[in-house]
Structure formats: C-alpha cells, structure tokens
C-alpha cells in the first residue's frame, strides 16, 4: 500500500461531512478540556499543599455519577435524539467551566467549590460520554466505525498533547483562571460543530427501539459470553491502573521536583504514546478478537510496572510514552470488540456499561490510588498498579484458555453432521 492510499485509508472517514465537522468541534473543545485538568489538579496540590488524598478526593467527586448514573445515560442514549443531547450536554459543560473560572479569577476559590463543579461535570459526563460513544455509529456507515472511533481517539490524544503543554506555559505566564475560561470558550467549538451536523444525512436506526430499560440491557450483555471477559477486565484495568490524573502530578511535583510545564510534558508524552497507537488503530476495519484485548491488556501491565522504577524524569517521560500507546491500543481494542459486537438497538446501553466500567470506577481507583501515593509514593503507587494489572490479564488468559478447550471438547466428531443450531449462543461457522 502507497503512502497516499495508506493516508487515504487512515482518514477514511473525514471525507464524510457530518463527522469531519463533529470532530473538528471535538479536536478544540477536548484541548480546553485537558488545559482545564492540568490546571485544576495544580491548583488543588497548591491549595492543600500536596496531598494526594485532596488531589483523589477531587478526581473521585468528577467520576463518581459516572458510576451511579451512566446506564441511565445509556438508555437516554438509545431512546431520545442523540445529536440534541450532546448540543445540551456540551453547552451545560460550558457553563459549570465559565463559573469555576471566574471563581478563581475573583481569588474566592475554595476546594469545596472545585469539588462541586467536579460533581457537575460528572454529572453532565454521564450523559455525554455513553451518547458520544454510540453518536459514532450514526455519523459514519458501519464499516467505516472502526476508523472513526480510531480517528475520535486520535483527535483526544492530540488534545492531550496539546492542552497540558499549553496549560503548562499558561499557567506560569497568565495563570489558571485564564486557562479555566479558556476551557469554558471551547465548547463553543463543539457545540457549533453539532449544529452543523445535517440530521438528515444521519444513519439513524430504522428499526424499533430495543424493549426495556437499563435491566433489558443488563441481560442482553449476560446473555453474550463473548462481550464479559473485554468488559470484566476493561473493570479491573481501569480502577487500579487508569488513574494517572492522580500519579502523575505527585510524580512531577514530589519525585522530580519540576514546575507546571514538566508536569504538563509527562502528559503529553503520554498522549504522544497514545496518539500512535490510535493512529495504527485507523487501519482497523474488523472486529478485533479476545488475543488482540489480552496482548495490550499485558502490554500497559507491564510498562506501567517499569514506568514506577524510572529513575529520571528523562526515562520516566519514555516509559509513559510506552504506557500511553499500550494503555490507548487496549482501550481502543475493548471498544471495538464491545461496540461491534453489540446490536444497534442495545448499543448505547452497552457503551454506557463500558463507560461505566472505564470511567465510573475511576472514584474507586481515585482514592485508593491517592492513599497508596501517599503511604508508598508516586512510584510505588505505579509500580503496584502494574502488577496488578498483570495478574488480572493473567487469570484471563487462564480463563480463555479453559474456555476454547471446553469448545473444543464439545464440538462434534469429524465428518459428523450438524442441524446448524447455535453451539453455547453462538452459530457454528
């Protein structure tokens, strides 16, 4: 494949005009976004000089309705117009930034105020998220899925490369409340690039709507083996090793003793990680397999392990580069093999329980991870997510293993013939 048929390939679905515009929307607000997060952790460390208790109490009061309240999102997701939600979604966002921005700005700022626009944010994120997610199937044909949900994930790595290094040098030069209200002028860019969206050329579901609510989803997802391992380790994976909002501020501030913009570096050399592998991922036109969910699952695992053993902030920015590649390819891998696996009447119930399970354990791993910093350290902290990371992937391993031998063993003999009915849920191929 030439270089011009590869690009061609990889951007295949910006040629499509309603998501070239939506992601367009999404590249400026996403950087406001991660602008707002590097500022507003430096903030808390400088409000409650450096604890990571603080620091995780304000990532938890963010994720936690997404945990309470994201199948509910989902359901919202697969009943109303997904295009009006993100419009209202966005433009809620937007204001709850502005305020907080100018809570800082007039220097009445109190951790208890950051707490509460947290709880706002998550509160909208609930929504959001889940919508957005399954937003995609409509925007593009359903071959061209896997290549615009790699392009949304290349477009929020860019983000995260470019907000914390620009937040970095904002807030040493003009301070956080300017790059607060800079966050909150940004979903204007999202909000407009959904009004641009053409309803009418949406690839909406044409059939009747899924029966039931959230427990009809449920079941749907118990009924599928093929959709429980991704999910059950996208779980455990995310609660106890996705918390770098919290590891990675300590590690800038209490092992390398550096400023906001080597702080803001470590992120993006994270999201540079991440970015390459979403970019790899834009070639994906299938459905990825259990293998591929298991390889990157190990992967992040184990340099997450070695990223907590850098010795300099040199090697430490490479290792999280690694990280970040590893941590994005797994992600991706999980959403792909949930996503097309789910069908278009359940989908945005599914994605909601895999935002669910990503994101709404973060307060969870939030605290935990916080209070392990604070006992073993930045490093330390790192180190003992990885492992157990490591063993989880492995009891997976194990347990796909005993699951593809008992196929085997129930398969028929050779030659024999079969009445084509499915084998444990699924049609024999």
Known sequence: MTGGRLLDHMTASLRVRNFRFFALGQLASVTGTWMMVTAQDWLVLRMTDDSATALGAVTAAQFAPVLLLTLLGGRLADRLDRRRLLIAANSVSGLLALVLALDVLSNRVALRH?????????????????????????????????????????????????????????????????????????????????????????????????????????????????????????????????????????????????????????????????????????????????????????????????????????????????????MLAFAQSANHHVQLGSEPAYRGRVMALYTLLLQGTTPFGAVLTGQLADGVGARGALSVSGAVCLVTVLACWVCTGTRQQRGRRDLPPAGARTSGRPVNGRAAE
């Open 114 to 326: 950051v707490i509460a626009c947290a709880v706002g944010v998550g509160l909208v994120n609930a929504v959001e998220i889940p919508v957005r997610m399954s937003f995609i199937s409509e925007l593009v044909d359903p071959e061209l899925v896997p290549n615009a949900s790699a392009l949304s994930a290349a477009y929020f790595n860019v983000a995260r490369v470019l907000g914390p290094a620009t937040a970095g040098l904002l807030i040493d030069g003009v301070g956080v409340g300017t790059v607060m209200l800079l966050n909150a002028a940004s979903y204007l860019a999202t909000v407009a690039g959904l009004y641009l969206v053409r309803p009418g050329e949406l690839r909406r579901t044409d059939g009747p709507r899924a029966p039931g609510g959230v427990a009809a989803g449920l079941r749907y997802v118990a009924g599928r083996t093929d959709l429980i391992l991704p999910l059950t380790l996208t779980a455990v994976v995310a609660l106890v090793g996705f918390n770098f909002q919290v590891t990675l501020p300590l590690l800038a501030r209490t092992v390398f003793h550096t400023d906001a913009g080597s702080f803001g570096l470590l992120t993006a050399g994270m999201a540079v990680g991440s970015l390459l592998a979403a970019l790899a991922t834009t070639l994906r036109r299938g459905r990825p397999g259990e293998r591929t969910v298991l390889i990157s699952a190990t992967a992040f695992g184990a340099l997450l392990t070695l990223s907590g053993m850098a010795p300099t902030f040199a090697t430490a920015l490479f290792c999280l580069s690694l990280t970040g590649c590893a």
